[in-house]
């Protein structure tokens, strides 16, 4: 029995907890809007950011270390930080925006389609990586954004750490809700996702790696019990049938 294991539910158990928390457990997709063109964007194939991305990943660190004028170190070096930055990205992005709550219907319905879907549905398959729109979107942001802030030879090799951490959040979502793994790492990581799930959103907002829950304390408690834990369902989650979203958006 593992250190996970002694501290909390098998990630089995933690699926079947606390149902108030989401409105299926099942691999079932509702439809989100009336026009068929829209609601084709919002259902991505996990496999389709690697379609995307690798090939620039691969080149952007080729470009680096041939033409960046920087030696395999600094290189390897720029990697690094570039994926540190996306585990801060990613903790940031999910613990402020994924989970602001809004007011106004608006705002509420956005939040929905961002974020409320995945936990009302969280093994929704075809809703657990960022659809191509919003990610080209917001690596295009982040890459011009670099290039305005970082020396010029640090850019390619920053940014293709920062992506190869995106790919790996996106690829790791999927399999966290939709496989099972026995190493002891990757059971932590699910593990540390599935309490967000299933025991308490206010906590535990990093996907890839727990680290800024740690650093900003916003981890689980060391003991855990079912005390510890929220007793409320998702702020933003819509708690509606099918029927009643696609007629409003």
């Known amino acids: 029995m593992s250190i996970i294991d002694k501290i909390s539910p098998s990630a089995d158990n933690l699926m079947t907890m606390n149902k108030k928390f989401f409105v299926s457990n099942d691999d079932v997709s509702i439809r989100l809007f009336q026009n068929n063109f829209l609601e084709t964007l919002t259902k991505v194939h996990p496999i389709t950011p690697i379609i995307i991305f690798a090939p620039l990943v691969g080149y952007l660190f080729y ?3 041939t033409k960046g004028a920087v030696g395999l170190g600094l290189a390897a ?3 690094f930080l570039g994926l540190l930055f996306w585990t801060f990205f990613e903790y940031a992005l999910h613990r402020f925006l994924f989970h602001y709550q809004p007011t106004h219907p608006l705002t509420k319905r956005l939040h929905f389609l961002f974020h409320g879907i995945h936990h009302d549905y969280p093994r929704d398959s075809w809703r657990l990586v960022m659809p191509p729109t919003v990610g080209i979107a917001l690596a295009s942001l982040l890459f011009f954004g670099a290039k305005a802030i970082l020396p010029i030879n640090w850019v390619d090799c920053w940014f293709a750490g920062f992506m190869v951490g995106y790919l790996f959040y996106d690829t790791n ?17 699910k593990k540390h996702h599935l309490k967000h799930h299933y025991m308490n959103m206010d906590a535990g907002y990093g996907v890839s790696s727990p680290l800024w829950d740690h650093i900003l304390r916003t981890n689980f408690p060391a003991s855990l019990g079912v005390s510890s834990y929220s007793s409320n369902p998702h ?14 958006l």
């Open 235 to 248: 702020p933003h989650s819509a708690r509606r049938n099918s029927n009643q979203i696609s007629a409003d």
């Open 63 to 65: 470009d680096c270390v």
């Open 173 to 189: 979502h999927y399999l966290i809700h939709h496989s099972n793994y026995e190493a002891a790492w990757w059971q932590a990581i």
């Open 77 to 79: 070096l720029q990697f």
